[in-house]
C-alpha cells in the first residue's frame, strides 16, 4: 500500500458546526486545546511565536472554540492566547476557566464569588477581549456551595462579561467513591447548578481509551441539550501513534508520572493504535483522525478539543470532522481491547 495521505477539508475555513447549550452557541466540531502550548507538556518544544501560527492555522482551518484556563502556566496560556486573537478574535469560540490556584507544591480550588468575579476580569485583560465566550468552573471548592459559586458565574453572564457557563469534570476519577459510576458526583452538582443557571456544556475525558463519559455523563447532556467538550480525545497523545513504548518524557511532562505512560504499558497498548492505523488506511486518514471521528460519532453535541503546539496537528486534527465511519469501522473500534493501565 502506498504512503497515507492525510484527510483534509473541502475549503478554508469550512467545518461542520455544532451547537452548545440552549443558547445554541455554534462552534466548529473540532477545537483546539491550547494548555501544551506553554504547560504540562515538554517545555523544550513549547515556543510563542510557534504556538501563534498554530492558533492562527487552527482558525483558518474553520476551528473556533480555543480552550484555555487561569492556571495554566498559570496565566501564561491565556496571554498566548491573546496574542493569538489579535485581528482574529470574530473567528474565536474562547473558553476559559476558573476555580484552581497554583501553588509552589499543590492546585487548591476557590469557588469564593468574590475570587470568581476578580478571576473573570483578569482573565479578560490577558485573553485582550471584552467577552469570554464560554466560563468553565475547573473544579468545585469543597469549601464552598457549588451554587454559590455558579451564581457569581451567572452574576458575569448578566453583567456581559461571560456569554455561557460550563463546568468541567476531568478530575473525576481522583473523586470517585467506592461502588459508584465515575461521574455520579459530577452529574449531582450539575443537577444542583442547572437550577440556579443554565449550563451549556461539561468538559470531561472521552476518548477510544477512555470511554467512561458515555456511561451516564453523555445521556444527562443529550437529554438537556447540554454540549460535552471532550478532553484529551487523543489519549494525551498515544492514540495518534506517534509515541513509541519506552520512549522518554521530560521531568515537567505530565505523562512522565502517568501510569499509562510507563514502557510496560504502552506496549501493551499497542494494539488499540494498531485497531486504528488499520481503518485509518481504509479511508486515507490517520489513526488521529480516526479517534476524533470516533468521539465525533457519539453525538452532535460532542466537540473533540485535542492539544497540540504545532501547526500540522492542528489542521490534520481538524480533518477529522471530514471523516465518516462504517458501521464496520464502529465496529473494529468496539472491539478493540480496552486498555491497560490505571489512572487512579
Request: proline fraction near 6%.
Amino acid at each position: 500500500m502506498g504512503p497515507v495521505r492525510r484527510l483534509g477539508l473541502g475549503r478554508i475555513g469550512e467545518l461542520e458546526r455544532r451547537s452548545l447549550g440552549a443558547a445554541a452557541l455554534a462552534v466548529g466540531a473540532v477545537g483546539l486545546g491550547c494548555m501544551p502550548m506553554s504547560w504540562a507538556y515538554s517545555a523544550s518544544q513549547q515556543r510563542g511565536d510557534r504556538a501563534l501560527r498554530t492558533v492562527h492555522a487552527a482558525l483558518d482551518a474553520g476551528v473556533q472554540l480555543l480552550d484555555t484556563a487561569d492556571m495554566y502556566g498559570p496565566f501564561t496560556n491565556e496571554l498566548l492566547v491573546g496574542r493569538a486573537l489579535k485581528g482574529r478574535r470574530s473567528d474565536a469560540f474562547v473558553s476559559t476557566k476558573c476555580g484552581l490556584l497554583v501553588g509552589d507544591q499543590h492546585i487548591v480550588a476557590n469557588g469564593r464569588p468574590g475570587y470568581v468575579r476578580r478571576a473573570c476580569d483578569a482573565s479578560l485583560r490577558r485573553l485582550q477581549t471584552d467577552v469570554i465566550d464560554l466560563y468553565q468552573l475547573h473544579r468545585a471548592d469543597p469549601e464552598v456551595p457549588v451554587e454559590e459559586t455558579w451564581g457569581a458565574m451567572a452574576d458575569l453572564v448578566t453583567a456581559g462579561k461571560v456569554r455561557a457557563l460550563g463546568l468541567c469534570a476531568v478530575g473525576a476519577r481522583a473523586s470517585r467513591r467506592p461502588g459508584s459510576r465515575m461521574y455520579d458526583e459530577t452529574i449531582r452538582q450539575l443537577d444542583r447548578v442547572q437550577q440556579v443557571f443554565p449550563v451549556s456544556a461539561v468538559q470531561a475525558e472521552l476518548s477510544v481509551w477512555s470511554p467512561e463519559a458515555l456511561e451516564s455523563l453523555l445521556p444527562w447532556c443529550t437529554a438537556r441539550g447540554v454540549g460535552l467538550l471532550a478532553a484529551m480525545p487523543l489519549g494525551n497523545g498515544y492514540l495518534t501513534g506517534t509515541l513509541t513504548p519506552g520512549q522518554g518524557f521530560e521531568p515537567d511532562d505530565l505523562r512522565a508520572r502517568h501510569p499509562r505512560f510507563t514502557a510496560e504499558m504502552m506496549a501493551a497498548n499497542q494494539p488499540v493504535v494498531v485497531g486504528l492505523r488499520r481503518i485509518a488506511e481504509r479511508h486515507g486518514a490517520t489513526a488521529a483522525q480516526v479517534a476524533l471521528a470516533w468521539v465525533l460519532r457519539q453525538g452532535p453535541h460532542v466537540v473533540p478539543v485535542p492539544g497540540t503546539k504545532r501547526e500540522r496537528w492542528a489542521v490534520e486534527n481538524a480533518g477529522a470532522a471530514g471523516l465518516t465511519l462504517t458501521p464496520r469501522d464502529l465496529a473494529e473500534i468496539a472491539g478493540l481491547p480496552r486498555a491497560q493501565g490505571s489512572w487512579d
